[in-house]
T-cell receptor
């Protein structure tokens, strides 16, 4: 089993739709979680951190479920510009600051 | 503005040749990382450094080496390039181990 797993998609949704991605992790001691966005042939860029209490940034909501060991990203009112690959990142500090990326979930928002 | 740059952006080489990919950051970050990205695997850590003279092996370090002689640079060397090392390589830096990673634009390496 991979340490961090994501549904690769692709998710094809119409503009205005709500879409959600999950990312599961295997190490229950993992402590820090992030979502990055990567456009085609570009470098990844931080989208948002994921806090235990959940956090929201405009149309984006990130949540952490420690009991089931997954994080989620919800995008409301999808825009064409949201088309990208979304990468989850899981950090386990005690394990020499082990940082693992998921393989990414590809989203295409269509007119 | 502070930035992180990689060179070359594209390189084609032959099996067995030594290749060095450069990474230079002006953020003054202590932490620097090299990743490779392949379809279906996502980003995998090759080597990382938490400061000058510090280097550590990552998940897929075989066939790669790094050196850190100053804060700004972490060059990645492929001692004897293999076709399995054809990939896109990303350098990144961060201020803290749990902080935001800032990535370079990537270096696409093809080994024939």
């Amino acid at each position: 089993r991979k340490e961090v797993e994501q549904d690769p998609g692709p998710f094809n949704v119409p503009e205005g739709a709500t879409v959600a991605f999950n990312c599961t992790y295997s190490n229950s001691a993992s402590q820090s979680f992030f979502w990055y966005r990567q456009d085609c042939r570009k470098e990844p860029k931080l989208l948002m951190s994921v806090y235990s209490s959940g956090n929201e940034d405009g149309r984006f909501t990130a949540q952490l479920n420690r009991a089931s060991q997954y994080i989620s990203l919800l995008i409301r009112d999808s825009k064409l510009s949201d088309s990208a690959t979304y990468l989850c990142v899981v950090i386990t500090l005690y394990n020499n600051n082990d940082m693992r990326f998921g393989a990414g979930t590809r989203l295409t928002v269509k007119p | 503005d502070a930035e992180i740059t990689q060179s070359p952006r594209h390189k084609i080489t032959e099996t067995g040749r030594q290749v060095t990919l450069a990474c230079h950051q002006t953020w003054n970050h202590n932490n620097m990382f090299w990743y490779r990205q392949d379809l279906g695997h996502g980003l995998r850590l090759i080597h990382y450094s938490y400061g000058v003279q510090d280097t550590n092996k990552g998940e897929v370090s075989d066939g790669y080496s790094v050196s850190r002689s100053n804060t700004e640079d972490l060059p990645l060397t492929l001692e004897s390039a293999a076709s399995s090392q054809t990939s896109v390589y990303f350098c990144a830096s961060s201020e803290s181990v749990t902080g935001e990673l800032f990535f370079g634009e990537g270096s696409r390496l093809t080994v024939l």
